[in-house]
């Protein structure tokens, strides 16, 4: 039989079981990355994962000029971004629709280069995804973009001036670019709205090692005193509580129990309370969380995502499929994408009972509503599910369908597994050292 490496057959039924370990966050990683790129001396980063979106932003560096090797522990990175100047980009449109960071290079490259080109983003296909917000912010700090056919160019004809923003919504991605791009501006900017994700604090230590000012207030505003040169960082990354959570659903999806080392408390306070609502058990250590089934019924809740310190958008797919098993009628209300719930559909070919409304059924109503978008669910349970043949839709989309089919009876045929080596560092290997049953067509893996 031949290798199909993009098959995966997941043999379902059995609890995961046992330990493994998460290392530094996916949305932290690659944006540190770029921050590297704002120095004038190298950078050391350590706790980085391997994983595709890390991969892709050493792509994109390397042809910028900045040179990038592994340093003196393992998962540490060495960043070298001295001969930027020498950029060779020929090959960038390569990295179109690869990840969103791209994004992200306009700041550092403006103040090194004058001149950026960013090719057409990736990501997660769970809603529109525009850049608006940071094309208007790159505006602001003076830069112009002319979109071309194969992506957007852009040039700063003077240094960039520091500048008073309010994001319409408190954008990850834009705060991220307003970071990359005030530290190195002339003057104070002050960023109101902005998001505080954990990642985008430890991206703020991470540029205040290299020097920058940043001050955060508690009402979402960030102020930023531009300096004139940055250097190198040394930093550990914040471990991936995106991540730790989606194991920590699979282990009440299964009905197992697993100890996510890496996991930290700080960072994962929503999701640990709503876990604890569902009838999850944790206990907390020094080095992680275990995270367990107790046995008895899971109870069905009510579920708003929002930006941090709400229930983080990117935890609502692993966890819809633990709530499957729950008792009752749970409630989801989508805020932050306005597809992010069409995954269900086939988890209801598994035997679920999901039912997408275009309502806010949440407590709130959000910038979805009234606008024909499928972002509420009502989620029926407990139902037994069945293996199927499931096409992964996007990256916690996909770990989830993982998590139903080794919480079904039976043997799915899971299709597209390559799309979540972009978030979860060797998740097959970590499979089988759970006690997954899980087979590459033609080459069983544990
Ligand atoms: C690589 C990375 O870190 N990805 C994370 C990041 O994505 P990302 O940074 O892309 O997400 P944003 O916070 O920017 O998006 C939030 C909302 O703002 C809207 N928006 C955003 C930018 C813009 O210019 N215009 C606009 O309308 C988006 O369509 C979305 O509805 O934060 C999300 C929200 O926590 C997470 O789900 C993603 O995992
Ligand atoms: C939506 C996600 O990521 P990205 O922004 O990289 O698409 C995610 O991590 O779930």
């Known amino acids: ?20 370990r998460v290392r530094g966050a996916k949305n932290l990683v690659p944006k540190a990355m770029v921050a590297a790129l704002l120095g004038s001396a190298p950078s050391r980063l350590r706790n980085v994962p391997d994983i595709r979106d890390v991969r892709v932003v050493r792509g994109l560096l390397q042809l910028h000029g ?24 020929a090959d960038i449109d390569a990295h179109a629709g690869s990840s969103r960071i791209p994004i992200l290079f306009c700041g550092p ?32 700090f003076g830069a112009t973009i002319e979109k071309r056919a194969d992506g957007q160019y852009l040039e700063a004809p003077q240094r960039l001036r520091g500048t ?31 998001a505080v994700e954990p990642e985008i604090e430890d991206l703020i230590c991470v540029l205040q090692k290299m020097g920058a000012i940043i001050a955060m207030d508690t009402d979402r505003t960030i102020r930023i005193t531009g300096v004139d040169k940055l250097g190198g960082y040394t930093h550990r990354a914040l471990p991936d509580r995106l991540e730790a959570a989606s194991w920590a659903s699979a282990a009440l999806a299964t009905e197992g129990d697993i100890y996510v080392r890496g996991a930290q408390q700080r960072s994962m306070m929503t999701f640990l309370n709503t876990y604890r609502k569902v009838g999850g ?25 929002d930006v941090h310190p709400g229930f983080q958008t990117d935890w609502q797919q692993p966890l819809v499929v633990a709530l499957t ?34 309502e806010c059924l949440g407590g709130s109503d959000c910038r979805f509503g009234q606008r ?71 080459k069983p893996l544990g």
């Open 372 to 442: 024909n978008f499928l972002h509420s669910a009502v989620v029926s349970g407990p139902t037994r599910l069945q293996g199927a043949d499931l096409v992964i839709p996007d990256l916690r989309g996909g770990f989830s369908y993982l998590i139903a089919a080794l919480a079904a009876q039976g043997t799915s045929r899971v299709h597209g597994i390559e799309l979540i080596n972009r978030g979860y560092e060797n998740f097959m290997e970590k499979l089988v050292e759970l006690g997954a049953k899980v087979e590459l067509p033609g």
């Open 281 to 305: 058990a944790f206990e907390i250590d020094d080095e992680g969380i275990r995270f367990w089934h107790p046995g008895g019924q899971l109870k069905s809740i009510a579920l708003e995502t």
């Open 109 to 140: 490259l403006l103040h090194r280069l004058g001149h950026a080109f960013i090719p057409g983003l990736g990501g997660c296909d769970i809603g529109g995804r525009p850049i608006d917000f940071h094309f208007d912010v790159l505006r602001q």
């Open 325 to 358: 098993q729950a008792t009752g009628l749970s409630i989801i209300h989508e805020t932050v994408y306005e597809s992010r719930l069409g995954f269900t559909s086939a988890l209801n070919q598994m035997g679920a009972h999901i039912q997408l409304y275009r």
């Open 66 to 89: 900045v040179t990038v090797r592994p340093g003196e522990e393992p998962g540490e990175l060495v960043l070298d971004p001295t001969h930027v100047e020498s950029a060779n980009v």
């Open 1 to 20: 039989m031949t290798v199909n490496d993009d098959v995966l057959l997941v043999h379902g039924g059995t609890p995961l079981e046992g330990e493994i």
């Open 164 to 194: 008073k923003i309010r994001l319409p919504y408190p954008s990850v991605g834009a705060t991220e670019q307003v970071l990359l791009t005030a530290v190195l501006a002339e003057g104070v900017t002050e960023l109101s709205n902005a």
